[in-house]
Every structure is written in structure tokens, then in C-alpha cells.
């Protein structure tokens, strides 16, 4: 049985890096009566640059060990190499999960994979800190390989050098879901801390995350979040916390009385959207006898006249029937793009063949 799978949203929440006794204490106490599912707590912490903390090691396990006896629930930390495993089992934490600057590497995630075949700890797997999908999921396999049964993926966002995003971490919100898509039993959590990087947006992620059916998130809570010794900007108290969990709104994913008008809207959403796949078809067809002429009679085939009428067009019927030039743009730069490349095929097609 996977332990994450669960009818409302798993939660996991507590400190980025347990710091002391004191500190781990406290939170969880305070985390007790919450509707916490899983405690977290950081004991080896990959900090970009040298000199920060790096997290308390193996006498925070022990700390754990001892929370989990007086407040009854499981404890997770993030683990990257064979011996921390090792170790994490040692102390009976219930769960690891493979951070985003270790998912990167296969190597340490067949390492984390090997230590954990045949304990039935639980395993949580970050997305990389590049935003590809085949990391994420390869991760996942690695684990799911080892015969792990209690899996669950986290997304914490990805990396970017734009200094100006909202987000510590942009939520490229298309790749987990198609994580989801790939893998359907798997739950997916949103680590909404590592998304925002600050306490003001948490609230908004976390909705916004189980409105797009994530099944559990991740919130990083301290007791004196501004004293942290680590991401003491995104970390919020117990009290704070459970202010926010209350606040959430729980979407239903179907309701008996709505799941018939759903059905028939989507049947007639089916049939449309198998007409503007027709359509694409044809018009590609057509594309291709354009490409032929074209090059017969030596004719460049980007034109940017043409791309130019292309813009105006579309965007003034997009207008026309309520969709925004930004969204009509976007669409026929996929279409446009995919017409010029078909044409070049069908050109060095014909290089190829005079060679
Ligand atoms: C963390 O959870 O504290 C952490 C370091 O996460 P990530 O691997 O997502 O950066
Ligand atoms: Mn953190």
C-alpha cells in the first residue's frame, strides 16, 4: 500500500533544517494537532555556496526519532548518497526523499535506489532543478525499480536566471502534470516554500496547486521562522500554518449531481477538438503542395510578409471571437513554425535526393 495515496491532500510540513533539539521539539509539538500527515525536517542541507548551515547531521536523527515517539507521526528527511540512507534507517525515519540537485544525477539516484531496495521506506522524489521531465521520471522508475511501494513525487519548481520572477523557483506548472499524466497511481505533492521562496505567496500557490489536483503539499514551518538558519524567508509558524490549511478550498474532482452536464460538455469539447486536429491535418497537406511549389520555382519559404499577415490576421479574428492576441499569437507561432520546418524537410528531402 502506498502510504501517500490518501482521499484529502497529504501534508507534509516542518522545518527546512532541523537546528537543534529545542527547535525540533517545538515544532512538532506544535505540529501534533494540526492535520499534518508527515513531518519534515532537513539533517543534511545542500546549500548552494560554503560557510551556510549545513544541517546537524546524525544527532538530528536522533532528535527525530525521539519527536516521532511523543508526537505519533512519520518523519521524512532528504537523503543523497547510500550511506545517508543508511543512517535515515538507523534512526527509523519513515520516509526520504531525493532533493532537486540530487535528482539531477542518476548515478546517486541508482546509488539512493539500490540502499533502499527491500526496507519499505518510503521515498518522495523532487523534479530536478532543470525543468526536464525525463530526470523527474526517470528518478521515479529508478525508485519505483527497486520495488518501492510508497512513492510520491514533489514539485518544487525549476531554476531560472530571470532575477524578476515572482517565484524562487518557477512552477512550469505543464511538467508535473504531465508527470501525473505518465504515471497515474503516483501521487504528486507541490512544495509550495520552494516555488515562492517567500511567505506571502504560499497561500496562493497552495491553492492554485490543489486546484490543479495535486494530491498533498509540502510547507516548510519553523518555530521562529525569521531566526532560521536556512530559508528563513519562505518559512512560516505552526500558527500560521494551520490558518493557511484552514483557508484552503477543497476541490471535489467529481460530484454526481454536476457529472452528467461535465460528460456532455466534454463529449461536444471531444468532437471539436477532433475537428481542429482534422483541420490541422489538412492544412498541413496543404502546406506540403505549397513547400513543392515554392521550391520548383526557387522561392524563398519564410517569408516575413507573409508570417507578418499571418500575426494580423489571426489576432484580429481571435479578437473578433474573444481570445486574446497573446494567446492567438502563441498558437499560430506553434503552427506557423511547424509549416516553415515541414517545407525545409521536404527541400533538404530534395538536396539529399540530387546528392
Ligand atoms: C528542502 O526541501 O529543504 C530542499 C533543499 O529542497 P530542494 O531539493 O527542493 O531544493
Ligand atoms: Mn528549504
Not at 532543470?130 to 514533489?154: C, F, T
Not at 477543497?250 to 468532437?271: A, F, K
Request: glycine content about 6%.
Amino acid at each position: 500500500m502506498n502510504i501517500f495515496i490518501k482521499s484529502s491532500p497529504y501534508i507534509i510540513a516542518g522545518p527546512c533544517g532541523v537546528e537543534d533539539e529545542q527547535q525540533l521539539m517545538s515544532v512538532a509539538s506544535a505540529l501534533q494537532s494540526l492535520p499534518v500527515d508527515m513531518v519534515r525536517g532537513g539533517v543534511w542541507k545542500p546549500r548552494s555556496k560554503p560557510g551556510y548551515f549545513e544541517g546537524r547531521g546524525e544527532p538530528a536523527l536522533q532528535w527525530m526519532q525521539q519527536a516521532k515517539e511523543m508526537i505519533h507521526k512519520p518523519f521524512c528527511t532528504e537523503v543523497a548518497s547510500k550511506e545517508q540512507v543508511e543512517l535515515a534507517l538507523k534512526y527509523k525515519i519513515d520516509a526520504v526523499w531525493i532533493g532537486a540537485r540530487t535528482t539531477v544525477n542518476p548515478f546517486l539516484v541508482q546509488e539512493i535506489a539500490d540502499a533502499v531496495k527491500g526496507t519499505g521506506i518510503a521515498v518522495l522524489i523532487k523534479n530536478p532543478i532543470n525543468p526536464d521531465i525525463e530526470l523527474w521520471s526517470g528518478a521515479v522508475e529508478r525508485i519505483q525499480q527497486a520495488g518501492i511501494e510508497s512513492i510520491a513525487a514533489i514539485h518544487r519548481g525549476f531554476s531560472s536566471y530571470d532575477t524578476h520572477s515572482i517565484y524562487r523557483n518557477k512552477p512550469n506548472w505543464a511538467i508535473p502534470i504531465e508527470l501525473k499524466r505518465r504515471y497515474k497511481a503516483l501521487p504528486v505533492f507541490c512544495d509550495v516554500s520552494h516555488i515562492c521562496g517567500n511567505r506571502t505567496l504560499l497561500a496562493t500557490v497552495a491553492q492554485r496547486a490543489l486546484d490543479l489536483d495535486f494530491d498533498g503539499l509540502m510547507i516548510e514551518t519553523h518555530p521562529n521562522p525569521d531566526e532560521a538558519l536556512s530559508d528563513a524567508k519562505q518559512q512560516i509558524t505552526p500558527a500560521a500554518l494551520s490558518e493557511l490549511l484552514k483557508s484552503l478550498v477543497i476541490r471535489q474532482v467529481t460530484c454526481d449531481d454536476v457529472q452528467n452536464d461535465i460528460e456532455q460538455i466534454r463529449q461536444i469539447l471531444d468532437t471539436m477538438d477532433a475537428e481542429v486536429v482534422d483541420l490541422l491535418g489538412k492544412r498541413m497537406e496543404l502546406v506540403k503542395q505549397l513547400g513543392d511549389i515554392k521550391i520548383a520555382h526557387n522561392i524563398a519559404i519564410f517569408q516575413q510578409d507573409r508570417w507578418r499577415e499571418i500575426v494580423d490576421s489571426r489576432t484580429q479574428w481571435g479578437e473578433n471571437n474573444n481570445l486574446d492576441a497573446a494567446f492567438i499569437l502563441k498558437l499560430f507561432e506553434l503552427i506557423h513554425d511547424k509549416s516553415i520546418k515541414t517545407q525545409f524537410e521536404l527541400l533538404n528531402a530534395l538536396k539529399q535526393d540530387k546528392n
